[in-house]
């Protein structure tokens, strides 16, 4: 008995739980009710990403009509021919929000339903899911790189036709009467995650804004990825400080201050891991005296210089370890590969007698200069004017340090200063003389 008890309840529970997945997402019993659906399209990108104009295409085909594929010819095409595409153009879409250095943008697409016209009442099953963008990034591109959804839902419509009972109602809409073919709710379902895995097989609204819920979209949700290089980038890289995703850099100033005194530095360089794939072993680093590009070996451990395909060297920084380099006046290093939305830590040792400063342009914004205790060096970001380790955008991004030793008033005699002391002596000396005299002059007198 009670083994009979557990397969009858284990029976009611599988309907349950099938009704649940097929049961539409919008009330069925209000004609009056206006039932909608729209895909929603997000692109994360790194903070500080400036995207190009992308427009995602995506393909509604038709599955079954009243559950069967028999009748597929009579279903309405849904966009332009069965194709629907959401344009990003940099102003129609919306930031969600950023966070942990990841920034969401989200745009829905039209309506997908509401211009129909039905040719019949009954059940349209249709599947959606994202077919390509516009914007093509080349095969085996270093410098960008951009994810498509293989996400896939399959969307139920279901269709009524106006009563009598609806119009003694007055539930029939002005254009209507008796007969005209309304969408009565709307079933979502998710049958394959954005990374291609299967789907939760549960039900979603696809209603535009969310719906009655606190989304803020459609939960026919795409989700692409894109990162891209914050300067030249490419597999060969043309060193250049004006076109470089960050530059570090070096002057000495002040009377006593050392020209070619190596001063010596620490960096760690954290790139954004949004595409795996896109993350490389290591990001190149050039050594430059103005647009010159200099030999880098001594100035950092030689198992950290690499040569890139024109022969020049650079230094190897790997993604979360600390690199250790020498600047000296003049010098700086150029990043020409790191990824827009890197962040970075540098620190400079300290030197006696110099006072470090340093002032950090990030995506563009220069911020305020930050000084170290005498000797002491300087670490970026230093607690104080820069509070959390800085950004690489697509815009300027530059670190400047400066070393200065002014000069002091000297406290003893220099051999330059030998003649002029020697002359104030003897008009001293004169002087006593003089005075010595005069007064044995006088004693006489007396």
Not at 120 to 133: D, P, R
Not at 227 to 242: E, F, I
Not at 246 to 257: H, I, P, R
Not at 371 to 384: Q, Y
Request: glycine share 12%; proline share 5%.
């Amino acid at each position: 008995m009670k083994k009979t008890l557990r397969i009858l309840l284990a029976a009611m529970l599988a309907m349950t739980l099938g009704l649940g997945f097929a049961a539409p997402a919008h009330a069925e019993t209000d004609p009056t009710e206006v039932n909608t659906a729209a895909i929603t399209k997000i692109l994360k990108v790194p903070v500080g990403t400036d995207y190009p104009n992308m427009g995602f295409t995506f393909s509604v085909a038709p599955v079954s009509y009243n559950d069967s594929t028999a009748n597929l010819a009579i279903m309405p095409p849904i966009g332009n021919a069965g194709v629907v595409t959401i344009s990003f153009n940099g102003s129609a879409e919306t930031l969600e929000a950023t966070v942990d250095g990841v920034s969401s943008y989200y745009l829905e697409s039209t309506e997908l339903f509401g211009a129909i016209n039905w040719p019949n009442a009954g059940k349209y099953e249709y599947t959606i899911k994202e077919t390509g963008s516009t914007y093509v990034i080349s095969a085996g591109s270093t410098q960008e790189a951009m994810t498509l959804s293989q996400a896939e839902y399959r969307v139920t419509v279901y269709v009524r036709e106006y009563t009598d009972a609806d119009a003694q109602a007055g539930k029939i809409p002005a254009g209507k009467t008796v007969g005209s073919r309304y969408i009565y709710a709307i079933g979502m379902v998710e049958v394959k995650k954005d990374d291609g895995s299967p789907g939760s097989g549960t039900k979603g609204d696809p209603s535009p804004g969310g719906g009655d819920s606190s989304a803020l979209y459609s939960g026919m949700a795409f989700t692409n990825l894109y990162v891209k290089s914050g300067g030249g980038g490419g597999p060969d890289p043309d060193p250049d400080p004006n076109n470089a995703a960050l530059v570090v850099s070096k002057s000495v100033s002040g009377d006593l201050g050392s020209k070619v005194w190596p001063f010596d530095f620490s960096m760690t360089i954290t790139v954004p891991t949004l595409i795996p794939a896109f993350v490389k072993s290591h990001y190149a680093a050039y050594l430059m005296e103005g647009a010159t590009v200099l030999d880098p070996t001594g100035t950092a451990s030689s198992t950290l210089i690499g040569t890139d395909l024109q022969g020049r060297k650079y230094l190897m920084f790997s993604s979360t370890t600390a690199t250790g380099f020498k600047l000296t006046h003049g010098q700086s290093l150029v990043f020409m590969d790191a990824p827009v939305g890197t962040t970075y830590v540098v620190s400079e040792s300290g030197e006696s007698g110099y006072i470090t400063t340093a002032r950090v342009t990030s995506n563009g914004f220069q911020g305020a200069v930050a000084t170290g205790a005498a000797g002491a060096g300087l670490s970026i970001p230093d607690g104080s004017v820069y509070t959390s380790a800085q950004l690489i955008g697509e815009a300027t991004n530059l670190a400047a340090f400066n070393n200065a030793y002014e000069d002091a008033t000297p406290a003893g005699i220099f051999m330059s200063n030998l003649p002029y002391v020697g002359f104030i002596l003897l008009a001293l000396g004169c002087l006593a003389v003089f005075i010595v005299v005069k007064r044995k002059k006088r004693q006489v007198e007396n």
